[in-house]
C-alpha cells in the first residue's frame, strides 16, 4: 500500500494511525496538497490528502479509507465497532470531529500556522480559541460517560480527535491548563505505539513544544 499524505494534516494522521493500530504497513509519500502537482492531481481530481493506493485501487478520503481497510483486512483488531448501534456512535464523532471541530477549531489553527506565510491572523486565531470550549465540554462528557470517546473501548473516533488536537498542539495551540480530563485522555493516547510515529515526525520550519511527544506533558 501507498499513502499520500501531509505530515501535518489530521486526516492523513488519522489514516496512518489507524493503518499502525491495524498493524498494517504502507509506503508514505510526502505530498503537499497547496502545491497541486499535475501527477497528484490525477490520481485525485481533488488535490486532497490523504489518498491511499491499494494494488492499483486508488482510495481518496480518509473515513473511505478507514472503511476500506477495515473491511477488507481481516483483523482482530476493531476500530470501527462490531455492533450496527456502536459503529453509528462512532462515526457520527468521526463526522463531528473532521467537520464540526476541524471547520470550527483546526482549520483556522492550520491556515494561519501552517499553511499561509504571512504572519498568523489574530482575528482567526481568536475565532478557534472561542469556538473550542463548547467542543472541549462536550468531549469531556464522552470521555465521563464512556471512559474513550464512543465505548470503553479505543476506537477510530479516540484517533480522529487525537489527530486533530495533535496538530494543533504541534503548534502550542491546544489549551491544556483548562481540562485535566482531556489531558489525561490525550495523555494515554500518545502512549499508545500506533500513535508514536506521527509525534516523533517533524515539520521544516515549525518546532513543536517540549512537552509535544513528552508521554508525561
Known sequence: MILYHFPLCPFSRKVRTFLKEKKLGC???YENPWEKRNEFMEINPTG?????????FVIAD???ICEYIEETYNSDVKLLGSSTIIKSKIRALINWFDNKFYNEVTKYIMNEKVITNRSPDSRFLHAAQHNLPCHM????????????LATDKFTLADIALASHISVMDYVSSFPWEKSKILKEWY???????????VLLERVSGLTPPKHYADLDF
Open 27 to 29: 509506503d508514505l509519500v
Open 48 to 56: 486532497q490528502v490523504p489518498v491511499l493506493i491499494d494494488n492499483n
Open 62 to 64: 480518509s473515513n473511505a
Open 137 to 148: 465540554e462536550y468531549i469531556e462528557h464522552l470521555i465521563n460517560k464512556n471512559v474513550w
Open 187 to 197: 495523555s494515554i493516547v500518545k502512549s499508545k505505539p500506533c500513535f508514536r510515529e
